[in-house]
């Protein structure tokens, strides 16, 4: 017997979030399924089934975790196979029976805002955010970035940053690990600091759990978990299942941006009159 980990990728939109629900398409639903039809495991609930991170529903992926036992020779290929297109396995390693793939050295998560100039009239302050972001870093009481029913609400963040790339600005949040919606409400409270609509000062109140706030979490389709990192852990990327999913976000990309064209060019005539 022996615990195997592997680095999954997939495209979060038509999945009901990771974890498993009954009767709704999830991510672990397809990976415990397609690795059961190839007979890595037999019984999904006796092969010491982990997750580094239960993505919410609509959040992509492209370094998730899992980790199981099995007697059997791991095929990546084989199992992607019997996966649907939007889920790939793109790398996998031994690790110790004792893994913990929760326990991770860190988790790097990216955020992408869409700024398309004929959408939004607003200018961004590119500086404000960046001055906000870096208050973040570091460890805090993210109580109001999350459910006040959190066991524990202190976390340490390593990196925020927030760079511009022509239409979109990118959010990466580094840390070893973070609450629900946390990464989303972050990038909520730079958005209105961006947009002007409070200061850089007010993360200060945001941080304080004496003081309660409401943030609004940003959409999840623009989160994509980019990274988990192990220390000693070292994964062998598998360059078909990499060509492969490349291929299938290729065709995405272009039926989604025919799909934007569209669309922008209505609200450019609706504008206009």
């Known amino acids: 017997m022996r615990r195997v980990a592997l680095k999954i990728a997939y495209i979060g939109t038509d999945f009901y979030g990771f974890q498993r629900q009954p009767g709704l398409p999830t991510v672990e639903g397809e ?17 010491g ?3 580094a991170g239960r993505t919410d529903r609509g ?10 036992l099995t007697e059997e020779r791991v095929i990546i290929n084989q199992i992607n196979n019997a996966l649907p297109n939007n889920i790939k396995i793109l790398a996998h390693t ?7 793939v929760r326990y991770a050295l860190e988790r790097h998560y990216r955020y992408l805002l869409v700024t398309n100039r004929e959408i939004h009239r607003n200018v961004l302050n ?9 208050i973040m870093i570091g460890t805090h009481d993210f109580s109001n970035f999350s459910k006040r029913s959190e066991r524990s ?12 790339d022509s239409d979109l600005i990118i959010v990466d949040v580094k ?11 972050i990038v909520s409270v730079l958005l209105m600091i961006g947009y002007g609509e409070i200061e850089v000062d007010r993360i ?23 990274n988990v990192n192990y220390s000693g852990v070292e994964f062998t990327e598998d360059p078909y299942a990499q060509k492969s999913f490349t291929s299938h976000l290729e065709k995405e990309y272009l039926k989604n941006q025919s799909i934007a064209s569209a669309e922008i060019e209505m609200i450019k005539n609706l504008k206009n009159g």
């Open 31 to 47: 990976l415990l399924s397609a690795l059961s039809e190839v007979g890595v495991i037999k019984d999904p609930d006796k092969c």
């Open 126 to 134: 590119l500086e404000k955010m960046k001055k906000a972001s870096q």
């Open 59 to 68: 959040v992509h992926a492209l370094g998730n975790v899992i980790s199981f």
């Open 175 to 185: 840390g070893e690990s973070f609450l629900w919606n946390m990464v989303r409400k």
């Open 204 to 226: 200060y109140e945001f941080l304080n759990p004496q003081k309660k706030a409401h943030i609004k979490p940003m959409p999840p389709e623009g989160l994509i978990l980019m």
């Open 153 to 164: 609400s202190i976390r340490a963040i390593n990196c925020v940053e927030v760079q511009r």
């Open 49 to 51: 089934f982990g997750i």
């Open 94 to 100: 031994n690790v110790p029976i004792r893994f913990k």
